[in-house]
C-alpha cells in the first residue's frame, strides 16, 4: 500500500485539477452546430464500383462546448463507412455515432440520412467502335465520301450494367467547314455514360476524305455477258448503277460497261452473280450495283 502516499500531494493536487476542470467543462454551456461531412468508403475492394445515386456526403449536428463548436474546422469531422470483405450486390449501412469520427469533446446528436444503400457491381471491360463527328461543310461541289478513326477500337472500363449497355465511344468533333481535301486530326474521344472511363490513350486520329461530289448513272438493259463455258442465262440483260464525280461520269459510255458472270466452276443451273467491269475504268468511278445482283445461269453440255 505504500504506493498510494508515495508522492501523496502531487496526486492530490491532480486529482483537484481534474476535478476542478471537470466541473468547468460540465458547467460551461453547450453548443449545436449543423455540418455537411464527407462519406469515406474506406477498404473499397478494387474489382467492385459503386453505381446508382452515391451519397458523398451526410447531415449531421453535433453538440459541445461554445469553444470547441467554434474550432471545428474542414475535415475534423469525417464519416466513415468501412467495406472490408464486401461483395458485389448492395449494402446496406447504417450511420451510428461509431461511424463519425469527431474530436474529443464533439458528441454526434443526429444524422441524415441515417442509413446509406449503396450498390456494388464488379469492374468489366468491353470494346467498342468509334463513332466520329464532323462539324461544318466542305466547299461547294465538295462531299465527305469516307470519314474513319484510327485506332477504330477502343476498350471501355466500368461496372458491369454500364458497359454492358454502351455502344459505342464519340469523338470531339472535327471540322470540314469549306474543306476542298481531306482533313486529319487528333481529338479526344468521350463517353455518354459518366461511370464508364477509357482504357489506354484517349486520343484518337480522325480522318474525313473530302472528295469532289458523287452522282450516280444508270445504264438500263446491257446484255449479260458468259465467261468460262457456254451457259443461258435468266435475265440476260441487266440494270448498272455507276458512282463517281460528275464530270467522269459523264465519259462513261455504255460500250465500257461490261456486266458477265462467270461459269467455270458452274454444273447444271445455279445462281451466279453478276460482276461488271469498266474498261477502261475512269478515275473515281466505280459499280455501285447491278439489277438484279444474281442470274440464273445454265450451263450447257460441255
Known amino acids: 500500500m505504500r504506493w498510494l502516499i508515495d508522492n501523496i500531494a502531487l496526486k492530490l493536487l491532480s486529482l483537484a485539477l481534474a476535478l476542478a476542470l471537470w466541473f468547468v467543462i460540465a458547467g460551461e454551456a453547450s453548443s449545436e452546430m449543423g455540418l ?90 468491353k470494346e467498342v467502335p468509334v463513332r466520329p463527328r464532323l462539324n461544318g461543310r466542305p466547299a461547294p461541289g465538295y462531299e465527305v465520301g469516307e470519314l474513319t ?87 440476260s440483260r441487266v440494270r448498272v448503277v455507276l458512282e463517281g464525280p460528275a464530270d467522269e461520269l459523264r465519259r462513261v459510255t455504255e460500250d465500257s460497261v461490261r456486266p458477265y458472270v462467270d461459269t467455270t466452276s458452274l454444273s447444271g443451273s445455279r445462281r451466279a452473280v453478276v460482276a461488271v467491269e469498266l474498261i477502261p475504268g475512269p478515275p473515281g468511278v466505280s459499280v455501285h450495283h447491278a439489277e438484279p445482283a444474281e442470274v440464273t445461269a445454265t450451263r450447257k453440255g460441255r
Request: charged fraction near 25%; hydrophobic fraction near 40%.
Open 149 to 235: 478513326a484510327q485506332p477504330e477500337m477502343v476498350k471501355v472500363a466500368g461496372p458491369r450494367s454500364r458497359v454492358r449497355e454502351i455502344e459505342s465511344a464519340f469523338t470531339e468533333a472535327v471540322s470540314v467547314e469549306g474543306a476542298e481535301a481531306s482533313v486529319s486530326e487528333q481529338v479526344t474521344l468521350g463517353l455518354e455514360d459518366p461511370l464508364l472511363r477509357i482504357q489506354g490513350g484517349s486520343r484518337v486520329k480522325v480522318t474525313a476524305r473530302v472528295r469532289p461530289v458523287h452522282e450516280r448513272r444508270a445504264f438500263d438493259d446491257l446484255p449479260v455477258a458468259v465467261r468460262g463455258g457456254a451457259a443461258t442465262l435468266s435475265p
Open 36 to 125: 455537411s461531412i464527407p462519406v469515406e468508403l474506406q477498404n473499397f475492394p478494387r474489382e467492385l464500383e459503386l453505381t446508382g445515386e452515391p451519397v458523398d456526403r451526410v447531415e449531421i449536428r453535433v453538440r459541445a462546448t461554445p469553444g470547441v463548436i467554434q474550432r471545428l474546422g474542414p475535415g475534423d469531422v469525417t464519416a466513415q463507412v468501412d467495406l472490408t470483405g464486401a461483395a458485389e450486390g448492395e449494402r446496406i449501412v447504417h450511420m451510428t455515432e461509431r461511424t463519425i469520427r469527431v474530436p474529443f469533446g464533439v458528441k454526434v446528436v443526429k444524422i441524415a440520412p441515417s442509413i446509406l444503400t449503396l450498390n456494388l457491381e464488379r469492374t468489366v471491360e
